[in-house]
């Protein structure tokens, strides 16, 4: 702390000592401090949250941070992986398994002598709080192509992202061989997540890429009902998601499961879709209002769909509207999703966050939509939807710069358990189960 | 081996960070390392300015393909001891900055030294206008040199600087932006990688007896980096950076970013503050 500051800090309470009890009860009722400021709040004080002990399970079924509800902060890293043989894709696999166990859980880290350094970076303080973190682990098309021994074990349907129209690809931005999903209630949580994993696995694994995002919070409604967070298009994002909380349409839309063609060991999985989509967000916003409403197929202010509809959850009724007089036949929401007999094979889980990454070299804003999004088949999903949208009109607003395609394994069960685990055991490699 | 940990709560966190172990080590034991680094840096810059020497004299003789050859060889030296030449702060300013240390980047006055003279030879392809930047760099490695063999070094630098050397590769050199116009940027590594494996070993019997495994970990390291490395080997040195396969940077990558945080931990070991 500065002297200044200090100086500061004394003359006011000088100032509210020296008037006496009388005088400050008089200051305050006359409407001058609020009270938070007369308790001694300083100006860098921690802004308080009573969601740092929220926690997500990591065992189970799925990985988590899928069907997770989405919290306010996210983000993707890419890694280049140089675990070569099945014991050291075994030893990246459980490590990663033990420091994400740990992350999410919360808990103190080991204390070493002080002439060496912390186990841990300590951002969030000596003992790490949960805060919602989810970590979820996804493996790119090369994490197969390049291990000979893992090549006959690839999902059917990972492949390598390939350009679409509209997109100028960024190659330090795109791909990898493993991608990390972090998420949780604030940026640092994650931020000390990542740097936990980096110092913990520098040997198997190089950072390629990251992109960090947020969604705005709102407050909680007295209703006890929830609406999906806006975009940097000031759009609502989420509306016509597929329920994460039904089950069996997870089973359908988002999980690999039994009777499918993929691998039996990814059964419980599911294809990872990452884009980074930049927004030029200046031109959209010198956009008249109705032609955005036409261009996204949605009413800006209430998330509603065309034709009567008064929230976001309303359905629109293409069949009733054949020649878009309602909502335009190339109006995102339509293009993405005919709403027919058999759109229904192409339903994908989007959980996005929102990006800003600073000014480009014309001055503009860097920022857009870390697109994520969740399916059991990635070609009837993200690959067929993402065909329909080529050419849309949204296309003069935005412009795909990066992301990858990543296959999700199944969550590790109990203690015993390793994300990854399935896939080895596939391939002969013997893995002990056993207490970590 | 002493293990000093205080348990943890966590048997997640205990499984994963392998926990560091730190040697019985007297002051007196390091004596005789820290006086066998000291000749070994002595003779790198003395090594350095005979090299200089000829380097600077290519240029100020109009010789640009003699410069150019001789540039990523002169730099190693230098390299190779950078921590204890980065003591001096002027020094390495006029020696070793880089454009982007000066706010005018390129045509900035206070852009000096090896950086600069690269920029005339490789990105203007001429030693026209090098001759002051020769000079002054000729008198700044003379004085480098002076002031070294009168330098009592501190133990901790010298053994921190093991990992030091990790830290500037990994921060600012695997990108190849050291000697961004040359592409000579493999000379560099290697001498990084070579000052830092002699700290390494000059220490090294003194933590063998209590931490075999650390010590095979490292040498095991720095041999990969070695295998790596002699694969873009020439006659005269290395091939240029952009050669390098995005496969064996990430493989570099990661052994520097493993050196990196197992010799941080060299300091530690050793009792040093
Ligand atoms: C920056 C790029 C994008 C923006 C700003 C954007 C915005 C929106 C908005 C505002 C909605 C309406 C509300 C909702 O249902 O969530 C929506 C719906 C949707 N978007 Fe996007 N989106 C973008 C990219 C994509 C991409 C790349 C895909 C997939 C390839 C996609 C697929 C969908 C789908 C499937 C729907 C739901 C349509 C429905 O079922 O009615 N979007 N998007
Ligand atoms: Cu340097």
Redesign the pocket.
Known sequence: MTKVEKGLITTRRGMLLGVGAAGSALAAGLGGAPAAETQGTQVTDAPVSDKTQERQPFYGKHQAGIVTPRPAAGMIASFHVLAQTPAEVERLFRTLSERIAFLMKGGTPPAFDDKLPPADSGLLGPVVPPDNLTMTVSLGSSFFDQRDWLVPHKPVRLSRMKASPNDALDADLCHGDLALQISSNTPDTNIHALRDILKNLPDLMVLRWKQEGSVPVLPPKPDGSHE?AR?F?G???????PDAGNAALMDRVVWVSEGSDEPAWSQGGTYQVV?I?R?FVERWDRTPLGEQERI?G?KKAT?APFGGGTTEHDLPDYAKDPEGQVTPLDA??RM??HRNATSDANL?L?RPFNYSNGVSKSGQLEQ??L?I?YQADLERG?IT??RQ?DGEP?EEY?KPIGGGFFFTPPGPLDETDFVGRTLLEATGHAVTRIKS | MKLRITLASSLFALAAAAVPATAEVSPLDLVQPIADYKIYVSENSEKLVTDTKAFTDAVKAGDLDKAKSLFGSTRMSYEAIEPIAELFSDLDGSIDSRADDHEKAEKDPEFTGFHRIEYGLFAENSTKDLEPFADKLMADVTELNKRITELTLPPEKVVGGAAVLMEEVAATKISGEEDRYSHTDLWDFKANFDGSRKIFDLVRPLIEKDDNAFVAKVSGNFDAVDATLSKYKTADGYQLYDKLTDDDRAVLAAKVNTLAEDLSTLRGKLGLN
């Open positions: 999906s975009n298009l759009f609502r994002d989420g509306s016509a998601n884009r989509i927004n996204i949605r998330g995102h929401i993405a999703n994908i989007r857009g939509l697109f999004c993200f939807v993402q949208l949204l935005i």
